[in-house]
């Protein structure tokens, strides 16, 4: 589930005991939902897993422990008139990061994947302004007609990416190609993204608490896999 990990500014050499008690100063310091716009749909970071059970309507499809986070997914949700997933992570009880799983399969036609993705591109826009940065990442150029130097000169943004071009869809399932955009908020970094492996295609956009990201980090390495 986890796209991306910052890494933690925590000393090896502090107890644990200490650190979780700094960690919870962190979290008390925090402000309690209703005193801040919404960070991700209608609650804030921070949020107890009760205040965001209650935000939600009807029961989570899946409530799951991993890596000392407990994972909580809604499905049947709507973004952009696409059919995606509400997942909610939470570290020692708060929550610290989110995201949208776009759950539409295309196996006739990998290109609309990138329409897909073009369709959530202006309602994150709308919502969060310009990105701070976007990408189209070439791994390999087998299957485009033009090669990796022109690739990574004149379609090295995920805006250039079409649903009409030759082969980019088939290329996201291989992992030739990459596409991203991220935003940073004041409390979130948000990252869109279009990632492939093994002819599986993964649409998610990630809410990550800039605060709480180092916590996050922190739990994730006192519980390896």
Not at 174 to 195: D, N, P, Q, V
Request: proline share 5%.
């Amino acid at each position: 589930m986890r796209f991306f990990s910052l890494p933690g500014n925590i000393p090896v050499t502090e107890t644990i005991s200490r650190r979780k008690l700094s960690l919870w100063g962190v979290i008390l310091a925090l402000p309690v939902c209703g005193q801040a716009p919404p960070d991700f749909r209608k609650t804030n970071w921070g949020s107890t897993q009760a205040q965001v059970l209650a935000s939600e309507a009807g029961k989570p499809g899946e409530v799951r422990q991993s890596e000392g986070e407990i994972v909580v997914r809604y499905d049947g949700v709507k973004l952009a008139d696409l059919d995606v997933s509400v997942v909610y992570i939470f570290v020692l009880g708060r929550l610290v990061r989110a995201k949208y799983l776009v759950t539409a399969a295309h196996p006739g036609d990998l290109n609309r994947f990138i329409a897909d993705y073009r369709a959530v591109e202006p309602v994150l826009r709308g919502a969060n302004g310009q990105p701070s940065d976007q990408k189209a990442v070439w791994l390999d150029d087998s299957l485009q007609e033009e090669r990796k130097s022109y690739l990574d000169q004149d379609r090295a943004l995920a805006e250039d990416i079409l649903p009409s071009d030759r082969n980019v869809g088939l290329a996201v399932s291989k992992g030739f190609l990459k596409l991203y955009t991220e935003w940073t908020t004041g409390r979130s970094h948000i990252l869109h993204a279009l990632t492939g492996a093994d002819g599986v295609i993964t649409h998610q956009i990630e809410y990550r608490s800039v605060e709480l990201s180092a916590l996050e980090d922190q739990v994730r390495q006192q519980n390896p896999k």
